[in-house]
Structure formats: structure tokens, C-alpha cells
């Protein structure tokens, strides 16, 4: 058996399309036994459902704590579509579960826009959290971390997903659009979320645009230069822009 012809056969083994017999029939048998070599696909999949409940945790929990068993069939549905790939099994095993269950929706009415933003905040925190400290060359210094995620959802998602995840009785927050920030502080190094108000936005994207703090004034009545100002010290602050005050220059 070449060491090529294994690596070519083992994935297929691994995730359960090929029976241990017929991995044995093709490579030779194991000297643990069919038996014992049947269970490395029981591990993968043990272990595939543990980095899902780990990355996803308050999703995790609410799911589990409305609908019982419908984690499991979805952790099952899902490494059997997107068995990983790749090196680094945290990331490879749980990057297509946010699309994943965005598809799977139209076919399961069990799941709604709140699991879907669930997923979507908790992978953006693990991207907030696991990334490179230095900036990456595809992306352009524009004032802005790299590390920072903006979406709205439709409720405080993030507090929603920390608590369930804690303590599973948590309610689930009224509905009411939030823009939301997911970055790593650069103070503790954990993962941070901010809610921003409209001034933040707007000072966001002017220091993305490199414009000057009094071009914006205009974008929200009643805006002021010093409020643009104070605003972008908190931002500066935090760590989610970064880089030398705008100024207020036209």
C-alpha cells in the first residue's frame, strides 16, 4: 500500500461513505480489527458535532432548549454536506454552518431568522477572535480594523447568544433593528461587541472614505463637528478605528 493510495481513500472512510470492510478490501486489512477501525468515522463525527456545539454555542442551546433533537439532525445533515477540509479542523469543520442553515431553512419550518443571525454573530466572533493580528494584503488601510464585523440583526443578538449559552433559560430579546459591531479589543484580546449609534456609522464610513470629520455633518440632522469628534474618540478608544483622528478639515 503506497501512503498516497490511504490519504486518497481515508476521507471517504472517514465521513462514512465507505464501509471499514471496503477500506480494508482496498488497502489491507487493519491489525486492530474491523471492528475497532469502524469507530475512527464515529470519532470524526463526534468530534465535527463538539467544534459545532463549541463555535455555536448559544445556538446550540436555544435550539435544543425549543426544538429538542433538532441540533443533532442538523449537525448530522451537515458534516455529511460539507465533510472538512484542511488543516485547521475548528475552522474547516464549522465555516459553512451559517450558509448551511440558511439553504436548509427553506426545507426545515422549525428554523427561523433568529437561528440564522445566531450563526452568523458566532462566526463572526470566532473570525473576530482567530484572526491574524497583522493586516492582511488583500485589504487596504482605510482606518478601520480588520477585525471588525458590521451587521444588523434584528434583535441584540450577541446578548441573546452570551446568555442562552449560559443559562438556557434566557429570553429571547423583542425585535428591534441593531446595528452591531463584532471586533477583538485590542486591550483584553477577546472578542468585543459594540452597538453603534448613527453618528458612529457615519463616522465609520467617512474614515473609511478618508474624509474629514466636518464633510459629515451633514449626513444626520443636527450632527455637530465636536459630536463627530467625541464620537470618533470612543471608536479610537475601543480599538475599532485606528489610526490618527480624521480632523475636521473640509
Known sequence: MKLADFFARAPDFLFGVQHPRAFERALGPSDSGTANLGFYPVLVRRNIGKILREVYGGL????????GELFRELVEAYWRAHPPRGWDPNHHAAAQFPDFLSRHRAREPRLTDVHEELADFHWSEFLAWSALDTWPDECGVDGVDHRLFVRQYSRRIPDFARGVANDSSTPLPPPTPTPTLVYRDPKTLRTAVFYPSVTALVVLS??????????LVGAVPGLTVAMLESVER????????????SGSAV
Open 60 to 67: 446550540c442551546a436555544y435550539i435544543e432548549r425549543e426544538h
Open 234 to 245: 470612543d471608536l479610537l478608544e475601543r480599538g475599532i478605528a485606528l489610526g490618527p483622528p
Open 206 to 215: 467617512g474614515r473609511r472614505k478618508q474624509l474629514p470629520l466636518a464633510s
